[in-house]
T-cell receptor
Framework: GQQVMQIPQYQHVQEGEDFTTYCNSS?????IQWYKQRPGGHPVFLIQ?????EVKKQKRLTFQFGEAKKNSSLHITATQTTDVGTYFC??????????????FGQGTILTVHP | DAEITQSPRHKITETGRQVTLACHQT?????MFWYRQDLGHGLRLIHY???????NKGEVSDGYSVSRSNTEDLPLTLESAASSQTSVYFC?????????????FGPGTRLTVT
């Protein structure tokens, strides 16, 4: 089945440094979603990318979808302590009818040192 | 406001016991999902449902079952709890119609099997 690989598993940064997490798929994705999970919390939807080469920004967060639609990245500029958490990418599930099933990457745990 | 709730939030049980985790959503979503989250594995899909009387196995379904008798609820049952099922369990729901299909997650249930 489809796998979505995400790296790195952990990232420790000093406040103010940039951060990037990468997501790679063995197959072409029709779309990719990104979620954030604060420590002790639940995943919360951030954004969905659909088009080849698409770039979307949310304040200090920049999301990219690769030209081949097999990879994606999330970049945070000048991290803040509020950025702490686990960031997940998720691609559409495979196998039979898919009305919204997702396959999640392993997640990147971000810690920010003040 | 619409929401998705899980109960109990914490549960300790003994090996071999049957355990049921509740999930209730008021979004009126057709899609509902159960995930388990373990360090290093991200979110792994256990079971999912696309509507009443519809249930499907996910990638880690062994030892778990679900039933969908109405739109709002998707209880997850561990038939005979095992220590390997100690985990954090998340329920999620999404709208079947439309293109976005972002998933809304419940607060999670932390299950410990002793």
């Amino acid at each position: 089945g489809q796998q979505v690989m995400q790296i790195p598993q952990y990232q420790h940064v000093q406040e103010g440094e940039d951060f990037t997490t990468y997501c790679n798929s063995s197959t072409t994705l029709s779309n990719i979603q990104w979620y954030k999970q604060r420590p002790g919390g639940h995943p919360v939807f951030l954004i969905q990318l659909v088009k080849s080469g698409e770039v979307k920004k949310q304040k200090r967060l920049t999301f990219q979808f690769g030209e081949a639609k097999k990879n994606s990245s999330l970049h945070i500029t000048a991290t803040q302590t509020t950025d702490v958490g686990t960031y997940f990418c998720a691609g559409p599930g495979t196998g039979g009818t898919s009305y919204g099933k997702l396959t999640f990457g392993q997640g990147t745990i971000l810690t920010v040192h003040p | 406001d619409a929401e998705i709730t899980q109960s109990p939030r914490h549960k300790i049980t003994e090996t071999g016991r049957q355990v049921t985790l509740a999930c209730h959503q008021t979004w009126n979503h057709n899609n509902m999902f159960w995930y388990r989250q373990d360090l290093g594995h991200g979110l792994r899909l256990i079971h999912y449902s696309y509507g009443v009387q519809d249930t499907n196995k996910g990638e880690v379904s062994d030892g778990y079952s679900v039933s969908r008798s109405n739109t709002e609820d998707l209880p997850l049952t561990l038939e005979s709890a095992a220590s390997s099922q100690t985990s954090v369990y998340f329920c999620a729901s999404s709208d079947r119609t439309g293109f976005l299909r972002e998933q809304y997650f419940g607060p999670g249930t932390r299950l410990t099997v002793t």
